[in-house]
């Protein structure tokens, strides 16, 4: 119980703490990728850069998963309860899908053609 | 002990004025009062809006006509950089510090701020560094490449003079300011609430500051860093802007707008706050969906950090680099319509009164939705193209900051103003001052979009009259002279309602949050005692009428309701349940705040003028002038339980883990791990991005060296763990013993890393080099700084002011030894790594 009430305040900037990282990451390795020329070394039906960047938004999509079943579990009991830190992990769970959505919609940019061209 | 407990409200007032009050005279000096500073806040940011507002009226002026001969270039190029420099850094960001610090106690029903010499400090550190840009203009000598002072243009080569240094220094002396404000905001909202009110319970506005201060404790250090890299560069020729050094002025741009970009919704959101406050009370109902505000403030502020390269898109970023921002730049319109309509909606099911706060909230609907709109008009890419640097740009940022900042805190001047000053208004001058200035903004800015599409780009001083331009700025010029008499009038009516007003009733609008529990205008301790909450609307819960609540807490019946010890005392509670915790020592005035900022003002000047011994002797002292606040603090025996009064006890901050100052060491490291993450991120960036690398040298680090920093840092790291255990904290000489190996251990570190910047070749010849330089030293000032406070810790220890219960200073310890270790590492890890990558 003590965890679920020092976590709570937590888990309402770890959404978007994902989503920061996963935009940062993105930027960051497609930055390097280009530089390095990994958009030139092609694996299977597409470059090595456009893959890493997919897996890299799959990584953490698949974190924001975690954080709402964990926000989702936290609330139940907290709710059940009528305990304060209800409000907070009710917070945190719309925050994570609010984080996931917008990893969506970020990671739309990876359908753009040109990885590289400036 | 000698508890005195009043017996009636009059005697308790007296009892508590005597302790809380600030002497008269040269004495207002010395005040540390949050009600007194944050006043002081307020006003200082209103004389600098009235010089940005001048230097406004003088650039319209010149832009009214073609070939206008009214100002020259250089002084045109000063006036329009120090109009922004003044309205961002020394107008819009003051004045929500000062208001906040004003009302965040009253509203969570607490006696001040956290730190109320921090409080101080801050304000004079942002008079002084603000005076230093104001002296600056008036000799002529302002900074004049634009408020965001790009590079090459703010480089030696094109700025030769003291103005770019100017803009570099007082504006990271003011910045000082805005960091201390953020710590203290975020403990305040975390420690100091009324018992009983956890987070669901806790008024928006304070969400909403707590929020802005957790961004401004994030975005203001990559500016810092920019602005010491830039003036390093400057001062010292090490080349980190310099392409052909291996530096990049793409950098700079990076760093500012890292800063740049949420500093909008950090000067927006506790505007919004102010309307989620203000609207809610005059349209006579609570507000719509509070918990979804929360969220969308929390979601506004992650997302306004994905949008910095939006003012980079023109300088030739790779096409999906150019997605991710815009896509996270339209995604920011959400959040932001989330509160719109919860607005609106509490409007719409409310029965709004058309008082005058609510004519300014009006206006920033309308105006702001605008400055919305054209906003995610320039997040895509190729319309952001087509008017980059015109004056569309111009009239949109002024929508948004005008409309999403200066409306509703106008509107907040007039809603809190019987608060302040305990008086109501006579006339109603305020009804045509918003006319005035709504008609005007809209005059001088929506016409000004036209002007832009037609081509005409920012910070020109003088257009031909064959460009089609004329009668556009003609209309915009009358327009900004006519808002001017529209800030003029507010001023008037201000003045008028605080010398001349009537007395104000108490409550005046019916509000239920517990700032109007107070006396108007307030008592410098807030309440005669503290209330107990259970509900989002305090003022309702003692008999349904705000009153009753005001009168039982005068009259002592809430905690605290008498004076122990002649201490200034206030409770800390539980982060989110908001359940008792603790019992809040808080200081009296002194004027080691204001002896503080002037030792730091010495500082600051001497590197301006290039005195860098009296710099250096200048940080020495400051340093030593902040450990000297804790002279004579703190307890010298263990207090254990006290009494709170309503028959419950709590122990002193000093026996509890979660005392103020512990987070306040926490949020300072993370600002502190910011600052160091964007010189990495720096150091890296050059690397993967700036023309001419590799370097044509690369360090080759002693082994030895970096061996005795590994050791002394983790020797440090283990001593300052194990000096606050039990077994330690219980016997003196064995945790003054840890504290000494601590010492020991930073020294070491210290001495390895001086040894590792004395390798490093000359640091002018190459980005590089600069950047590791400057690294290392960077952590050897921690290192430094670790010997201090160890052996600070040590004195503190022979002092008394340690036991088994009170750990506190050592804690606080302990958080920079285990710091500086990490980055330590890290930055050994860097300068061994980078050259082994580069050289395969």
Known sequence: ??????????????????????????????????????????????????????????????????????????????????????????????????????????GLALLVPSICVV | MTDTTATDPIRLHKQLDRIWSTAPGFGRLSAVNHTIVGRRFIVTAFVFFGIG????????????????????????????TMHGTAMMFLFAIPLFEGLAMYLLPKMLGARDMAFPRLSAYGYWCYVFGGSMLIIGLVLGLAPDGGWFMYTPLSSRTYTPGINADIWLIGITFVEISALSAAIEIIVTIFKLRAPGMSLDKMPLFAWYMLVTAFMMLFGFPPLIVGSVLLEIERAFDLPFFDPARGGDPLLWQHLFWLFGHPEVYIIFLPAAGVMSTVLPVLARREIIGYIWIVVS??????????????????????????????????????????????????????????????????????????????????????????????????????????????????????????????????????????????VGFNLTFLIMH???????????????????????????????????????????????????????????????????????????????????????????????????????????????GFV??????????????????????????????????????????????????????????TIAMLLMWTRGWGDRADRGLMSVGLGEEAPPHTEVTGAPSNWAMTLGLFANGTAYASLAFGMLFLWVVAPNWPPPVLLDPSVLASALAVVGLAAAAFAAARSVAPAALARAPQRELWLAVAGAGHGAALAGFVVLMTAVPDPTRHAYLAATFVLLAYVALHAALGVVFAAYGIVRSRAGYVSALRSLDLRIGAQWHRYTAAIGLIALLLIHGLPRVMGS
């Open chain 2, 564 to 621: 122990r010890d002649g201490r200034l005392e206030t409770l800390g509670v539980e982060i989110t349940s908001g359940r008792l915790e603790q019992v809040v020592r808080l200081p009296n005035s002194t004027f080691i705040p204001l002896f503080t900022a002037m030792i730091t003002g010495v500082f600051f000047v001497s590197v301006l003028l290039k005195f860098y011994l009296v710099a250096a002797i200048g940080f020495v002292v």
């Open chain 2, 53 to 80: 507002g001048i230097l406004a009226m003088l650039i319209r002026a010149q832009l009214a006509t073609p070939r206008s001969a009214f100002l020259g270039p250089e002084i045109y190029n000063q006036v329009f």
């Open chain 2, 450 to 560: 036209l002007t832009g599409l037609l081509g005409m780009p920012r910070r020109i001083y003088t257009y031909d009259d064959a460009a089609g331009w004329e009668w556009l700025n003609l209309v915009s010029s009358i327009g900004s002279f006519v808002m001017a008499i529209g800030f003029a009038l507010f001023t008037v009516d201000i003045v008028l309602q605080v010398t001349m007003g009537r007395r104000a009733k108490r409550n005046p609008w019916g509000a239920k949050t517990l700032e109007w529990a107070t006396a108007m205008p307030p008592p410098t301790y807030n309440f005669a005692s503290l209330p107990s909450v259970t509900s989002r609307t305090p003022l309702t819960e003692s008999g349904g009428k705000s009153d009753n609540l005001a009168i039982d807490l005068a009259r002592g019946q809430g905690y605290l």
């Open chain 1, 1 to 106: 119980m003590t965890s679920l009430r020092n976590q709570a305040f937590l888990f309402m900037a770890l959404g978007f703490t994902v989503w920061a990282l996963a935009f940062s990451v993105l930027y960051g390795v497609q930055g390097t990728g280009c530089e390095l020329g990994w958009h030139r070394q092609p694996v299977g039906p597409l470059s090595l850069l456009r893959w890493l960047l997919i897996l890299i938004w799959a990584a953490h999509m698949a974190a924001l998963g975690w954080v709402y079943w964990r926000c989702r579990a936290a609330l139940a009991v907290t709710a059940a309860k009528a305990m304060p830190e209800a409000f907070l992990w009710r917070a945190s769970m719309a925050l994570s899908i609010t984080a996931a959505v917008a990893t969506v919609w970020i």
């Open chain 2, 297 to 438: 403030i929390v979601a506004m502020a992650f997302l306004s950090f994905g949008l910095w390269v939006h003012h980079m898109f023109t300088v030739g970023i790779p096409h999906l680099a150019l997605a991710f921002f815009s896509a996270a730049s339209t995604a920011v319109a959400f959040p932001t319509a989330v509160q719109f309509f919860a607005w609106i909606g509490t409007l719409a099911s409310g029965r709004p009164q058309l008082k005058l706060p609510m004519l300014f909230l009006l206006g920033f609907f309308f105006v702001f939705a605008m400055g919305g709109l054209t906003g995610v008009m320039l997040a895509i890419v190729p319309f952001n193209w087509q008017v980059h640097d015109t004056h569309f740009v111009v009239a949109h940022l002024h929508y948004v900051l005008v409309g999403g900042f200066i409306f509703p805190m106008l509107a907040a001047a007039y809603y809190w103003l019987p608060h302040f000053s305990g008086r109501s208004p006579r006339h109603s001058l305020g009804i045509t001052a918003f006319w005035l200035i709504f």
